[in-house]
């Protein structure tokens, strides 16, 4: 029945009639094998030796144990005995299919963070930009076209996306590489103090005044002038700045001299600089100055396929700093990480890097020291996957439905468990020894209501 089952849904299934069949079918090695579904009451070998033996002879094999409710010991043995999952009779077909699907990709996780831990020999980040999607393809190849012209490079993006790490990349790709970068944010200060660090400001030039100072666009030299978050430049500084980038000359605060610039200007900004000219926040004849070569950061959701490699690149870093011996992540906590939609982008990712090098005990990343945020969207997205289609259940079910989600999002652990879902231990045992309630099939459903 379960063969039958799973054929219908698109899985390849080979049966073995026992154990030892099971065994002798693995050893031969005439077909790949991604997942074993073991009965517990068997003849001879019971699947709880079963599940011993592949877990010694196959280690990175899951192994889905199917058992009566009633037998929630033996389930707990299964777990203990290196068992991936456990499936609870009567077995729902759907439920079987899910359980599979998630062995297959728990499978498929270990292999690709394995290949993410030889690939990060091979990819070397362009200045910290890592990463093989086309997106970040294109990104790079834009750098390494531009990087060494002299053009005004304006980069736009979403916080957090690593739009500095583009601006310095350019940077180094170009001529100017030996000459200073020099970077300000145009959204952290006055008009009055923003013209002072940007064009300098003679002695007496106003109280505190008491020596000259050059500035940002002299310091530069012939290097490199990063304006980040133009966007939030007040009107009357981009009058100023238009002029210094037609004259290519400053004049200093209180002072009557031009002083010639010679530095390349790459500018940064988080919002839709159109939309801003048409509604009169920017200038119309600024934007098309500054806009000479636009280069666009994707957020980190659109090349989701970098997630593990920037999150492993990030861990080596962080564990080579303070002296951990972190190696890698745990299958789980990666699903975790590639599942979460990272709306704080490159820098959210960095900085749970960063918390989970630090709290990590073990030499792989768990579950446990990710943060919370991130366990709790996985958690979440479980929890309404859950639910089998075209069948209606009553709110106890799904109450039941989410909590065994929660439990194998937190890999059994009733404490972490129960915090997650705001009860306490007790509260969570009792809910777990609920027996399961009859659903409602919805055809049933909609016949009685006709």
């Known amino acids: ?40 009451r068997m003849t001879g070998m019971s699947g709880i030796e079963l599940c011993q033996a592949l877990s010694e002879r196959y280690p990175g094999l899951p192994t889905i144990v199917v058992t009566g409710f009633s037998d929630l ?77 002299d ?34 944010n145009c959204a952290a200060m006055s008009a009055e103090l923003l013209e002072s660090e940007l064009f300098g400001h003679v002695r007496g030039a106003f109280t505190d005044a008491k020596h000259a100072r050059a500035g940002l666009f002299a310091q530069a030299g012939g290097g490199t002038i990063f304006l980040d978050e133009i966007g939030e430049m007040p009107m009357e500084m981009q009058v100023k700045l238009l002029r210094v980038l037609q004259e290519r000359t400053v004049r200093p605060v209180g002072g009557d001299d031009e002083i010639p610039i010679a530095a390349r200007v790459i500018a940064a900004t988080n919002r839709d600089l159109e939309v801003e000219v048409a509604e009169k926040r920017f200038r119309e004849d600024l934007f ?9 950061v994707p957020p980190l959701r659109a090349r989701p396929g970098d997630i593990l490699l920037l999150a492993q690149y990030m861990l080596e870093r962080y564990a080579k700093e303070i002296g951990k011996a972190v190696r890698g992540i745990s299958s789980t906590a990666a699903r975790m990480l590639v599942d979460y939609d990272w709306p704080g ?49 009553t709110i106890r079910e799904m109450e039941r439905t989410y909590v065994q989600a929660v439990m194998q999002a937190t890999r059994g652990n009733k404490t972490h468990a129960a915090r997650v879902l705001g009860i306490d231990r007790r509260s969570l045992y009792r809910r777990l020894e609920q027996p399961k309630e009859v659903s409602v099939d919805s055809s049933t459903a909609r016949s009685a209501g006709s």
């Open 288 to 296: 098309y100055r500054i806009n000479v070569v636009a280069i666009v």
């Open 151 to 184: 053009a005004t490079v304006l980069i736009s993006g979403e916080s957090g996306t690593g739009k500095e790490l583009v601006a310095k990349a350019l940077h180094r790709q170009s001529p100017r590489c030996a000459e200073p970068f020099v970077a300000i």
């Open 1 to 40: 029945m379960m063969q039958d089952a799973l054929r219908k849904r698109g899985f390849d299934v080979e049966l073995a009639c026992s154990a030892s069949e099971c065994l002798a079918m693995l050893s031969a090695n005439s077909i790949s094998i991604d997942v074993v579904v073991t009965d517990v």
């Open 345 to 393: 982008n490159v820098r959210e990712l960095e900085n749970s890097m960063q918390r989970a090098v630090a709290l990590c005990r073990l030499d792989s990343l768990t579950v446990d020291d990710l943060p919370e945020r991130v366990q709790m969207h996985h958690v979440a997205k479980l929890g309404t996957g859950a639910a089998v289609p075209l069948e209606l259940v």
């Open 73 to 149: 010991e033996t389930a707990i043995g299964a777990l203990r005995a290196s068992a991936y999952d456990f499936i609870v009779k009567p077995v729902k077909p759907d439920v079987l299919a899910l359980a599979v699907t998630r062995a297959h990709e728990h499978v498929a996780l270990k292999r690709e963070l394995s290949q993410l831990r030889s690939s990060l020999t091979r990819v070397a980040p362009l200045d910290g930009i890592a990463g093989t999607s086309a997106p970040i393809t294109e990104l790079v190849t834009m750098i390494q076209r531009v990087g060494p012209s």
